[in-house]
Protein backbone atom coordinates (compact mmCIF):
# COMPACT_ATOMS: atom_id res chain seq x y z
CA UNK A 1 0.00 0.00 0.00
CA UNK A 2 1.29 3.18 -0.94
CA UNK A 3 2.24 5.71 1.67
CA UNK A 4 2.80 9.80 0.96
CA UNK A 5 6.94 9.19 0.55
CA UNK A 6 6.05 6.71 -2.16
CA UNK A 7 4.55 8.21 -4.47
CA UNK A 8 3.53 12.15 -5.65
CA UNK A 9 0.57 12.82 -3.68
CA UNK A 10 -1.14 15.10 -6.93
CA UNK A 11 -0.30 12.47 -9.72
CA UNK A 12 -1.92 9.90 -7.50
CA UNK A 13 -5.35 11.77 -6.81
CA UNK A 14 -5.39 12.62 -10.72
CA UNK A 15 -5.24 8.61 -11.06
CA UNK A 16 -7.41 7.45 -8.19
CA UNK A 17 -10.05 10.32 -9.90
CA UNK A 18 -9.56 8.54 -13.78
CA UNK A 19 -10.25 5.21 -12.59
CA UNK A 20 -12.79 5.69 -10.33
CA UNK A 21 -10.87 3.71 -7.59
CA UNK A 22 -10.67 4.94 -3.88
CA UNK A 23 -7.52 6.58 -2.25
CA UNK A 24 -4.85 4.23 -0.26
CA UNK A 25 -2.60 6.07 2.56
CA UNK A 26 -0.67 4.31 4.90
CA UNK A 27 0.39 7.29 7.79
CA UNK A 28 4.01 7.52 7.95
CA UNK A 29 5.77 8.32 11.56
CA UNK A 30 6.64 12.00 10.83
CA UNK A 31 2.57 12.81 9.78
CA UNK A 32 1.61 12.19 13.45
CA UNK A 33 -1.07 14.22 14.66
CA UNK A 34 -1.87 16.15 12.43
CA UNK A 35 -5.64 16.70 11.69
CA UNK A 36 -7.35 14.17 9.21
CA UNK A 37 -9.25 17.05 7.23
CA UNK A 38 -6.26 18.86 7.14
CA UNK A 39 -4.29 15.88 5.88
CA UNK A 40 -6.23 15.06 3.40
CA UNK A 41 -5.64 18.14 1.53
CA UNK A 42 -2.41 17.71 0.77
CA UNK A 43 -3.49 15.13 -1.50
CA UNK A 44 -6.46 17.20 -3.02
CA UNK A 45 -4.53 20.46 -3.61
CA UNK A 46 -7.24 22.07 -5.84
CA UNK A 47 -10.02 20.55 -3.40
CA UNK A 48 -11.09 23.27 -0.40
CA UNK A 49 -10.92 21.70 3.13
CA UNK A 50 -14.59 22.35 3.40
CA UNK A 51 -15.39 19.38 1.33
CA UNK A 52 -12.97 17.18 2.52
CA UNK A 53 -14.77 17.59 5.73
CA UNK A 54 -18.14 17.17 4.12
CA UNK A 55 -16.57 13.90 2.39
CA UNK A 56 -15.55 12.66 6.26
CA UNK A 57 -18.74 13.57 7.37
CA UNK A 58 -20.49 11.49 4.94
CA UNK A 59 -18.61 8.61 5.51
CA UNK A 60 -16.56 8.13 2.76
CA UNK A 61 -13.28 8.36 4.18
CA UNK A 62 -12.21 5.31 6.72
CA UNK A 63 -9.31 4.75 8.72
CA UNK A 64 -8.49 1.27 9.46
CA UNK A 65 -11.97 0.09 8.47
CA UNK A 66 -13.73 2.52 10.61
CA UNK A 67 -15.40 6.17 10.50
CA UNK A 68 -13.76 9.26 12.31
CA UNK A 69 -14.28 12.72 12.78
CA UNK A 70 -12.54 15.35 10.75
CA UNK A 71 -11.05 16.66 14.02
CA UNK A 72 -9.32 13.00 14.11
CA UNK A 73 -5.82 13.43 14.42
CA UNK A 74 -3.43 10.74 12.33
CA UNK A 75 -1.36 8.47 13.99
CA UNK A 76 1.39 6.31 12.29
CA UNK A 77 0.42 3.22 10.04
CA UNK A 78 -3.10 4.35 10.24
CA UNK A 79 -4.76 2.60 7.07
CA UNK A 80 -6.35 5.41 5.38
CA UNK A 81 -9.50 5.10 2.56
CA UNK A 82 -10.78 8.09 0.88
CA UNK A 83 -12.76 8.28 -1.80
CA UNK A 84 -13.81 12.06 -2.81
CA UNK A 85 -16.53 12.58 -4.34
CA UNK A 86 -16.94 14.65 -7.70
CA UNK A 87 -19.90 15.88 -9.94
CA UNK A 88 -19.63 15.36 -13.04
CA UNK A 89 -18.20 18.35 -15.55
CA UNK A 90 -20.93 21.00 -16.23
CA UNK A 91 -21.92 20.20 -19.04
CA UNK A 92 -25.16 21.51 -21.73
CA UNK A 93 -27.09 19.51 -23.94
CA UNK A 94 -29.86 20.16 -26.26
CA UNK A 95 -33.36 20.57 -24.56
CA UNK A 96 -36.38 20.34 -26.38
CA UNK A 97 -37.61 23.11 -24.11
CA UNK A 98 -39.85 26.30 -26.01
CA UNK A 99 -38.39 29.34 -26.52
CA UNK A 100 -39.89 33.08 -27.40
CA UNK A 101 -38.13 34.12 -30.20
CA UNK A 102 -38.25 37.37 -31.13
CA UNK A 103 -36.37 38.19 -33.85
CA UNK A 104 -33.45 35.60 -35.74
CA UNK A 105 -30.79 36.08 -38.28
CA UNK A 106 -27.60 34.38 -39.38
CA UNK A 107 -25.76 36.53 -36.25
CA UNK A 108 -27.94 36.19 -33.66
CA UNK A 109 -31.79 35.63 -31.46
CA UNK A 110 -33.58 38.24 -29.56
CA UNK A 111 -35.16 35.88 -26.92
CA UNK A 112 -38.22 36.69 -24.07
CA UNK A 113 -37.07 34.59 -21.23
CA UNK A 114 -39.71 33.38 -19.14
CA UNK A 115 -39.23 33.82 -15.06
CA UNK A 116 -38.19 30.90 -13.55
CA UNK A 117 -35.70 30.13 -16.14
CA UNK A 118 -31.81 30.52 -15.62
CA UNK A 119 -30.16 31.93 -18.70
CA UNK A 120 -27.35 29.12 -18.39
CA UNK A 121 -25.91 26.22 -16.81
CA UNK A 122 -23.97 26.24 -13.34
CA UNK A 123 -23.26 23.66 -10.49
CA UNK A 124 -27.31 24.39 -8.95
CA UNK A 125 -28.73 24.28 -12.30
CA UNK A 126 -27.71 21.57 -14.98
CA UNK A 127 -30.57 21.51 -17.23
CA UNK A 128 -33.60 23.44 -17.88
CA UNK A 129 -31.93 26.28 -18.97
CA UNK A 130 -32.38 28.75 -21.89
CA UNK A 131 -28.74 27.65 -23.01
CA UNK A 132 -30.08 24.09 -23.34
CA UNK A 133 -33.13 25.08 -24.78
CA UNK A 134 -31.06 27.23 -27.38
CA UNK A 135 -28.97 24.30 -28.66
CA UNK A 136 -31.89 22.86 -29.50
CA UNK A 137 -33.29 25.71 -31.23
CA UNK A 138 -30.40 26.01 -33.41
CA UNK A 139 -30.08 22.18 -33.70
CA UNK A 140 -26.30 22.76 -32.15
CA UNK A 141 -24.09 20.41 -30.54
CA UNK A 142 -23.63 20.11 -26.61
CA UNK A 143 -21.03 21.96 -24.62
CA UNK A 144 -18.96 21.02 -21.60
CA UNK A 145 -17.01 22.78 -19.25
CA UNK A 146 -14.12 20.78 -20.07
CA UNK A 147 -13.90 20.75 -23.62
CA UNK A 148 -11.13 21.99 -25.86
CA UNK A 149 -11.60 25.28 -26.62
CA UNK A 150 -10.37 24.97 -30.48
CA UNK A 151 -12.46 22.32 -30.85
CA UNK A 152 -15.78 23.85 -30.17
CA UNK A 153 -16.44 26.60 -32.50
CA UNK A 154 -19.36 28.55 -33.09
CA UNK A 155 -19.86 26.80 -36.24
CA UNK A 156 -20.23 23.37 -34.42
CA UNK A 157 -21.83 24.73 -31.43
CA UNK A 158 -24.21 27.16 -33.08
CA UNK A 159 -23.82 29.48 -31.05
CA UNK A 160 -20.97 32.24 -29.97
CA UNK A 161 -18.20 30.41 -27.89
CA UNK A 162 -17.02 33.81 -26.59
CA UNK A 163 -16.71 33.58 -22.71
CA UNK A 164 -18.65 30.12 -23.39
CA UNK A 165 -16.19 27.90 -21.13
CA UNK A 166 -14.84 28.39 -17.70
CA UNK A 167 -12.06 30.98 -17.45
CA UNK A 168 -10.65 29.17 -14.27
CA UNK A 169 -11.20 25.74 -12.49
CA UNK A 170 -13.17 26.98 -9.16
CA UNK A 171 -15.49 29.42 -11.62
CA UNK A 172 -17.71 26.09 -13.46
CA UNK A 173 -20.04 27.67 -16.46
CA UNK A 174 -20.89 26.82 -20.09
CA UNK A 175 -22.72 29.52 -21.58
CA UNK A 176 -22.75 29.56 -25.09
CA UNK A 177 -24.07 32.64 -27.16
CA UNK A 178 -24.55 34.41 -23.74
CA UNK A 179 -23.76 38.11 -24.04
CA UNK A 180 -25.45 39.60 -21.02
CA UNK A 181 -28.20 37.43 -18.37
CA UNK A 182 -31.42 38.67 -16.55
CA UNK A 183 -32.04 36.94 -13.22
CA UNK A 184 -33.71 33.88 -12.93
CA UNK A 185 -36.93 35.36 -11.66
CA UNK A 186 -36.77 38.31 -14.19
CA UNK A 187 -38.90 38.06 -17.00
CA UNK A 188 -38.17 39.84 -20.64
CA UNK A 189 -35.67 40.37 -23.79
CA UNK A 190 -31.96 38.95 -23.98
CA UNK A 191 -29.73 39.03 -27.37
CA UNK A 192 -27.87 35.82 -27.98
CA UNK A 193 -25.22 35.75 -30.50
CA UNK A 194 -24.74 32.65 -32.97
CA UNK A 195 -21.44 34.12 -34.25
CA UNK A 196 -18.13 35.01 -32.07
CA UNK A 197 -18.18 38.21 -34.88
CA UNK A 198 -21.74 39.25 -33.55
CA UNK A 199 -20.71 38.44 -29.73
CA UNK A 200 -17.63 40.70 -30.13
CA UNK A 201 -19.39 43.56 -31.05
CA UNK A 202 -22.63 43.19 -29.17
CA UNK A 203 -20.22 43.20 -26.29
CA UNK A 204 -18.31 46.23 -26.91
CA UNK A 205 -21.97 47.82 -27.25
CA UNK A 206 -22.44 47.01 -23.73
CA UNK A 207 -18.76 47.67 -22.59
CA UNK A 208 -19.99 51.41 -23.67
CA UNK A 209 -23.00 51.34 -22.86
CA UNK A 210 -25.05 52.51 -25.58
CA UNK A 211 -27.20 49.32 -25.56
CA UNK A 212 -30.83 50.19 -24.28
CA UNK A 213 -31.96 48.05 -21.85
CA UNK A 214 -35.64 49.05 -20.09
CA UNK A 215 -37.07 47.26 -17.53
CA UNK A 216 -40.39 47.54 -15.98
CA UNK A 217 -41.28 47.02 -12.18
CA UNK A 218 -43.68 47.26 -9.72
CA UNK A 219 -42.13 48.64 -6.47
CA UNK A 220 -43.38 49.96 -3.06
CA UNK A 221 -44.18 53.28 -2.74
CA UNK A 222 -43.46 56.76 -4.55
CA UNK A 223 -40.30 57.65 -5.56
CA UNK A 224 -39.23 61.36 -5.33
CA UNK A 225 -38.38 63.11 -7.48
CA UNK A 226 -40.72 60.50 -9.96
CA UNK A 227 -38.02 60.55 -12.32
CA UNK A 228 -34.39 60.63 -11.86
CA UNK A 229 -30.80 58.85 -11.80
CA UNK A 230 -29.97 56.38 -8.99
CA UNK A 231 -26.13 55.46 -7.77
CA UNK A 232 -24.34 53.63 -5.35
CA UNK A 233 -21.51 51.13 -6.28
CA UNK A 234 -22.46 47.44 -6.37
CA UNK A 235 -20.57 44.56 -4.40
CA UNK A 236 -21.36 41.81 -2.51
CA UNK A 237 -22.77 42.28 0.85
CA UNK A 238 -20.60 41.64 3.58
CA UNK A 239 -23.21 40.48 5.85
CA UNK A 240 -24.92 38.54 3.26
CA UNK A 241 -23.15 36.23 0.71
CA UNK A 242 -26.01 35.48 -0.83
CA UNK A 243 -27.04 39.05 -1.82
CA UNK A 244 -25.49 42.30 -3.58
CA UNK A 245 -25.47 45.61 -2.08
CA UNK A 246 -24.78 49.26 -2.23
CA UNK A 247 -21.19 49.75 -0.71
CA UNK A 248 -18.14 51.93 -0.69
CA UNK A 249 -16.41 52.49 -4.18
CA UNK A 250 -13.57 51.14 -2.95
CA UNK A 251 -15.60 47.47 -2.57
CA UNK A 252 -17.77 47.65 -5.44
CA UNK A 253 -18.17 48.20 -8.84
CA UNK A 254 -19.77 51.78 -10.20
CA UNK A 255 -23.46 51.37 -11.13
CA UNK A 256 -25.95 53.84 -12.84
CA UNK A 257 -29.52 53.84 -13.14
CA UNK A 258 -32.45 55.94 -14.72
CA UNK A 259 -35.72 55.62 -13.80
CA UNK A 260 -39.56 57.37 -14.26
CA UNK A 261 -42.80 56.71 -12.60
CA UNK A 262 -45.05 55.98 -15.26
CA UNK A 263 -48.33 55.25 -12.98
CA UNK A 264 -48.80 56.15 -9.16
CA UNK A 265 -50.75 53.98 -7.05
CA UNK A 266 -52.26 54.10 -3.76
CA UNK A 267 -48.92 52.48 -2.13
CA UNK A 268 -46.78 51.53 -4.62
CA UNK A 269 -45.57 52.56 -8.19
CA UNK A 270 -44.92 51.12 -12.39
CA UNK A 271 -41.67 52.74 -12.78
CA UNK A 272 -39.61 51.89 -15.99
CA UNK A 273 -35.67 52.01 -15.22
CA UNK A 274 -33.22 52.36 -17.78
CA UNK A 275 -29.39 50.84 -16.94
CA UNK A 276 -26.79 52.76 -17.80
CA UNK A 277 -24.33 49.94 -16.27
CA UNK A 278 -24.92 46.09 -15.81
CA UNK A 279 -24.18 45.03 -12.30
CA UNK A 280 -25.44 42.18 -10.41
CA UNK A 281 -29.17 42.52 -9.52
CA UNK A 282 -28.52 46.11 -10.04
CA UNK A 283 -32.23 47.09 -10.39
CA UNK A 284 -33.33 45.16 -7.44
CA UNK A 285 -30.34 46.76 -5.60
CA UNK A 286 -30.80 50.65 -5.94
CA UNK A 287 -34.53 50.28 -5.21
CA UNK A 288 -34.09 48.96 -2.15
CA UNK A 289 -31.48 51.37 -1.28
CA UNK A 290 -33.76 54.25 -1.89
CA UNK A 291 -36.39 52.26 0.41
CA UNK A 292 -38.91 51.35 -2.49
CA UNK A 293 -37.88 47.72 -3.04
CA UNK A 294 -39.47 45.81 -5.83
CA UNK A 295 -42.96 44.00 -5.49
CA UNK A 296 -42.17 40.61 -4.30
CA UNK A 297 -38.68 40.78 -4.51
CA UNK A 298 -37.82 38.35 -1.17
CA UNK A 299 -34.02 39.06 -1.41
CA UNK A 300 -34.40 42.68 -0.79
CA UNK A 301 -37.44 43.34 1.17
CA UNK A 302 -39.93 43.52 -1.57
CA UNK A 303 -41.82 40.52 0.24
CA UNK A 304 -43.62 42.38 2.75
CA UNK A 305 -46.03 45.27 3.16
CA UNK A 306 -43.75 48.13 3.58
CA UNK A 307 -46.37 51.25 2.67
CA UNK A 308 -50.08 51.48 3.98
CA UNK A 309 -51.48 50.11 6.68
CA UNK A 310 -50.73 47.11 8.65
CA UNK A 311 -54.19 45.82 9.06
CA UNK A 312 -54.22 42.37 9.21
CA UNK A 313 -56.58 41.71 6.24
CA UNK A 314 -54.22 44.16 3.99
CA UNK A 315 -51.02 41.84 4.99
CA UNK A 316 -53.23 38.95 4.09
CA UNK A 317 -54.29 40.33 0.45
CA UNK A 318 -50.41 40.96 -0.11
CA UNK A 319 -49.63 37.33 0.66
CA UNK A 320 -51.82 35.42 -1.37
CA UNK A 321 -51.22 37.98 -4.19
CA UNK A 322 -47.04 37.84 -3.49
CA UNK A 323 -47.39 34.26 -3.47
CA UNK A 324 -49.35 34.10 -6.84
CA UNK A 325 -46.60 36.34 -8.20
CA UNK A 326 -43.89 34.49 -7.00
CA UNK A 327 -41.31 36.20 -8.03
CA UNK A 328 -39.74 39.86 -8.03
CA UNK A 329 -42.32 42.10 -10.10
CA UNK A 330 -39.55 43.26 -12.93
CA UNK A 331 -39.42 42.55 -16.48
CA UNK A 332 -36.98 43.50 -19.40
CA UNK A 333 -39.58 45.27 -22.02
CA UNK A 334 -37.09 47.01 -24.25
CA UNK A 335 -33.95 46.05 -25.82
CA UNK A 336 -32.19 48.33 -28.50
CA UNK A 337 -28.53 48.21 -29.99
CA UNK A 338 -26.63 48.18 -33.41
CA UNK A 339 -26.97 45.12 -35.48
CA UNK A 340 -23.48 43.70 -35.71
CA UNK A 341 -23.46 42.80 -39.03
CA UNK A 342 -25.99 45.54 -40.76
CA UNK A 343 -25.01 48.42 -39.00
CA UNK A 344 -28.88 49.31 -38.51
CA UNK A 345 -30.59 50.45 -35.31
CA UNK A 346 -32.27 47.53 -33.96
CA UNK A 347 -35.17 47.96 -31.17
CA UNK A 348 -37.44 45.39 -29.79
CA UNK A 349 -40.54 45.64 -27.46
CA UNK A 350 -42.39 42.80 -25.38
CA UNK A 351 -45.57 43.47 -22.73
CA UNK A 352 -45.13 42.39 -19.52
CA UNK A 353 -46.29 38.62 -18.95
CA UNK A 354 -49.65 37.73 -17.47
CA UNK A 355 -48.59 36.97 -13.93
CA UNK A 356 -47.35 40.78 -13.44
CA UNK A 357 -50.26 42.24 -15.47
CA UNK A 358 -52.72 40.03 -13.24
CA UNK A 359 -51.34 41.55 -10.13
CA UNK A 360 -51.26 45.39 -11.14
CA UNK A 361 -55.04 45.09 -12.03
CA UNK A 362 -55.98 43.43 -8.65
CA UNK A 363 -53.70 46.09 -6.91
CA UNK A 364 -55.92 48.49 -8.93
CA UNK A 365 -58.95 47.35 -8.15
CA UNK A 366 -58.69 47.12 -4.16
CA UNK A 367 -56.08 49.71 -3.62
CA UNK A 368 -56.50 52.25 -6.61
Not at 34 to 50: M, Q
Not at 63 to 80: F, L, Q, T, W
Not at 308 to 332: I, V
Amino acid sequence: MPTPDSFDPTDYAADVEREGAAAQIVVPDEDAGIRIDKYLTRFYPETSRTKIQRSIGKGHVKVNGRDVAKSYPVEPGDEIVFRLIRKPPLEADPEPIPLDVVHEDDDLLVVNKPAGMVVHPAPGHRSGTLVNALLHHVGGAGVAADDDPDAATDEAVGLSMINALPERPDHPVVRPGIVHRLDKGTSGLLVVAKRDRAHRHLAEQFKAHTVDRRYRAIVWGTLDPPAGTLTGAIGRDPHHRQRMAVVPDDRGKAATTHYETVEHLAHLSVVDFELETGRTHQIRVHAAESNHPVLADPKYGGDTVRFGTQSGPRRRFFDRLLQHLGRPALHAFRLGFEHPTTGAHRQFAIDAPDDIRDVLDRIREVEG
